[in-house]
Every structure is written in C-alpha cells, then in structure tokens.
C-alpha cells in the first residue's frame, strides 16, 4: 500500500467517524468501505465498520468484519470486542463470552473490559440453568388454555382467584358443622345455609369483579368495544395501567381468532375501497397515536395491516400489543396482524418485551404472549395482486403462496426454511442471492423478486423489517417497497416513519410519510437485559 493510498484512507475513516457521530450509519458504513478499499489490511478499519453494522443491526456482516480484524490483528482487543457484541446481539452468548474472555486476557486491567464479561458470563449461566430446566416444546402445556379470564382476581396484584380452593375451604366448613350437629333438624338447615354460601362464593369468584377504586378503562361484558380502546389508549397516553383482568381478555380473545387463521391471509378489499399497509412499529406508542391521527382508528372502512415487529426496544410495546389486540377484538376486518421475527421468545428475552411485560402485567403473561405470538400469520395478499410479509423471499425459486398456506406456524421461528425466510430475508441491490447481513435468512436480488411475483400472478413485494431514513424505500425495478413505521428508531436513528395507502382496484400505493413526535422520559432498551444495555 503506498503514503497515497493509507493517507485517502485516513481521510475516509475520518469522515466515517464523522457521520457515525452524526448517527449516519449506512454512510458510515460506505465510508469505511471506502477506506477499507485503499488500505485492506488495516484492523480499525474492519473492526470500526463492524460496529457501524451493528447499529444497522447487520450482526452477521459484524462478525465477518470484526473477525477480519481479528485475522489481521490477532492481538486487536477490538476487533473481539466488536464480534463479542454482535454474537451478544444474536442471542449467541457463548460464542460471545469466547470473545469477551480474549478482551479481558488482552487487557486485563480495563475495568469495561471486565464488567462486560462478568454480565456476558451471568447470561451465559441464566441459560445454562434455563436450558436445564426447560420444556421440549411439544410437551408444553397451552397456558391460555388454563386461563379463564371471567375469574381473575379483584386484587391489583393477584392473577386468579382460586375457585376450587375456595369452594373446598366452604367444603371443609359445611361438613365441620356437620360433625358438630346436634340434630337432623340442623343438620338439614345448616346444611342448607351453607351450600347457599357456597354457591354464593362460587358465584361471585366466578364473575371476577374489578375492584371499585379502578379508574382504568373497563370492558362491559365480553365485547371490547371503540369506547373502551379509546379510553384505554388515553390511560396508555397518560402512562396509567390496564387491569389484569382485561388484559387477559384481549390476548384470549386475539388467540382465539388468529388461531383460525391460515399462515398466509388473503385480503379483500372492495372495489373503491381502501386499505393501509404500516411497518415495524417496535414499542413505539406514541409514534402509533399519530399513525391514528393521520390516517384515523381501525374500522371496517378504515381497515389496516401492521406488518409485525409490534414489540422490542421501544418501552412502550405492551401498550402497543394491547392496543393492536383490542382492535382486532373490536372488528378482526378492521386490522390485519403479521408476525415478524421480534414475535418471538428470544427476541423477547434480549430486547426488552419480556422485561417490560414482567414489570407492567406478570411472569404470567410473558408465557401468554410467546404462545399467541406463534398464532400470528406469515403473510398476507391483498387482492391477489400485492404480497405482504416481514422480511422477505426465498433460497429457492418456485415457492408457491400454496407452499406458504401450508406452512406449520404454531411454533417458534426455527433458524432455516420458508417460515424463517419470510421473517428474516432482506432484499439486495445485486441479482441472484447472497449472504444474509443479520446472520439469518438471506439477501435476494430483483431477479428473485421478478420470479417469485410472475410464478404466482403477483404485482408487488411489500415487508417491513429495515429502517429506511425517508420511512420507505422502493426498490427492485418498483418491485418491492419497503416500509417501517417506527420514526426516530431507537431515539437515535433520525428516520422518518411510513405507511402506504392502496386504493382499489388499482392498488396504486400512496406513501406517507411522517416524523417522530415526543414520548415521557422512558429511554428505549429500558426493559433489557443488562448486558445488551450496557452496549446500546
């Protein structure tokens, strides 16, 4: 390499690290790129890129490059700094507990060195011991179905009431004043009196009254309706708390009607009619207000589909799912629910909704979620004409929308195949198909998209799953658009938001786009585990 070459590198890294201050990530990314052209055989270079991949939450490119580095640099602490974070970020806490291990034998008295790895080593011991303890999932009881929310109990801080320990205590009375009976005659009127009180116990277990100092928004009988949702979102404003007890009734009620869902759903929508197609919304409630205030509530007339990724890294998710639920409780036309690859236990477990939903509801819930999440369907079709899914295409050409129909989706996403393709898959700029930056999944070209669309008499591809700084981004020849719906990701990210209106029967998307509005003082991740924070 001559003095020409390192000192234009020198001058691209420099401005790279100009734009990831900025919070410019992709350009970062090109410019270490760039950088990376004119000097291959420097560590800082790969191992900076690297971590501007990871703030794209491109962890597989952010391996390659850290481990680059590493090749260059054996003894770079960084570069096992950067692809421990990354593993970290997959969930690959051992592999990321290797790197940490070689941070700290190469910097022994670096005091972040050395917490990072004591909180990668309680990570990897948490799942060591749940490993230990888990359930192969076709044992696994449904939870839902030994909840009947009619008999949550009135106490804030109590799930059920125990109906059968009740009715057994009342047992236990009639037959102790049985025993004490001195005669037929009040053994027969004490017998009387206390099976009345049973029943009466019984009875009033079984409504499962809400106790009267409950302010909160209330569900009359089993219906949720707009009154309800509508002063439920304005407790969620305020940061006020649903009761278990309707809480649980939503996320039943949700189950139920996805349960009877095919894994791919086809979409009619009337001639003059229209139809909104949002992205990744990821725990941001109050960005999800505004969707409302620009484009109106769910209804029959105003119908939606969100596009998964509802929950994780915003702290705001469970308002969000509550939200999202009641509406399809209220009218299941009036919105549409994809799963995405945050719908799932181990997304859940590091990126903040099982923290949040242990905090705001119970332990209880947490199992709830994980198993109606696995209800969600794949993709939708609107009209025949235009594809909807999370991420994205296939490894192999020929997938039908039979093939997705029969797709076996009651289970957690598993780590290859069509289910986890239509999840995770990204699209590309060049043709044919490559590596998938986040490690899972695959990168498509416009070529795959092209055949994929006129093998089933399609139109358009639309998925979410990938920030965009404008809120969308069409791509493949107008082929695919993408669209995320979470602006300011993170607090951090700068985008704008998205959602796209189709119009039938021409299906003609109209973009709009939109930018983040404020939201209390509750910073993203806050529900995390503690190592991931410590990296965010």
Request: proline share 4%.
């Amino acid at each position: 390499e001559n003095s020409a070459n390192t000192s234009r590198a020198e001058e691209f890294k420099l401005l790279a690290n100009e734009a990831f201050k900025a919070h410019k990530f992709s350009q970062a990314v090109g410019l270490y790129s760039q950088a990376i052209e004119l000097s291959q055989n420097n560590a800082v270079y790969w191992a900076n890129r690297a971590f501007a991949h990871t703030k794209l939450e491109a962890y597989g490119s952010a391996i390659q490059d850290s481990t680059k580095a590493i090749e260059i640099d054996p003894k770079y602490s960084k570069g096992y700094y950067r692809r421990g974070a990354a593993y970290l970020a997959m969930g690959k806490f051992k592999d990321a507990l290797k790197d940490f291990q070689q941070v700290k034998r190469l910097c022994p008295n670096d005091p972040d060195a050395a917490k990072k790895l004591k909180e990668c080593e309680k990570a990897v011991m948490k799942l060591k011991f749940e490993e230990a303890i888990s359930v192969p999932e076709s044992e696994r009881h449904s939870i839902a179905d030994s909840i009947d929310y009619h008999t949550v109990g009135t106490s804030s801080g109590s799930s059920f009431v125990p109906l059968k320990a009740t009715v057994m205590a009342a047992t236990v009375a009639v037959l102790a004043i049985l025993m004490v009976a001195r005669t037929a005659i009040a053994v027969a009127g004490t017998t009387v009196v206390i099976l009345l009180v049973v029943g009466g116990i019984y009875w009033l277990c079984s409504k499962g009254k809400v106790e009267p100092q409950y302010s909160g928004a209330r569900i009359e009988g089993d219906v949720v309706g707009l009154d309800f949702i509508t002063k439920m979102m304005d407790d969620f404003k305020k940061q006020k708390t649903l009761h278990k007890r309707y809480a649980y009734q939503i996320v039943l009620q949700t189950r139920d009607l996805l349960r009877e869902l095919p894994s791919l759903v086809d979409i009619n929508v009337p001639h003059g009619k229209h139809f909104t197609v949002c992205g990744d919304v990821h725990g941001q409630f109050y960005d999800l207000l505004n969707i409302f205030e620009l484009n109106g509530l769910p209804s029959e007339d105003n119908p939606y589909l969100f596009n998964g990724d509802f929950v994780d890294r915003g702290s705001f998710s469970v308002e969000v799912i509550l939200t999202l639920f009641a509406f399809k409780c209220m009218s299941p036309t009036a919105i549409y629910l994809a799963r995405g690859n945050h719908e799932s236990r181990n997304m859940n477990k590091i990126y903040g909704f099982e923290g949040e939903v242990r905090s705001k509801l119970s332990d209880a819930f947490v199992e709830l979620f994980a198993e109606v999440f696995c209800c969600l369907p794949l993709a939708h079709v609107i009209n025949e004409k235009v594809f909807v899914v999370h991420g994205g295409l296939f490894s192999v050409d020929g997938v039908k929308l039979s093939d997705i129909r029969s797709i076996n989706r009651f289970c957690e996403p598993p780590e290859e195949g069509l289910m986890c393709e239509l999840l995770w898959s990204d699209p590309q700029p060049q043709l044919g198909r490559g590596p998938s930056k986040r490690g899972v999944g695959l990168s498509f070209g416009a070529d795959v998209t092209k055949k994929f669309l006129e093998s089933n008499d399609l139109d358009l591809v639309v998925r979410s799953h990938e920030v965009k700084d404008e809120g969308y981004e069409i791509e493949h020849d107008g082929k695919l658009i993408t669209v995320f719906s979470a602006p300011n990701y993170c607090d951090q990210m700068g985008n704008k938001g998205a959602f796209i209106r189709f119009e039938a029967p021409q299906l003609k998307p109209k973009i709009v786009t939109f930018s983040a509005v404020a939201h209390p003082d509750v910073k993203p991740m806050a529900y995390a585990n503690n190592f991931l924070r410590l990296f965010s």
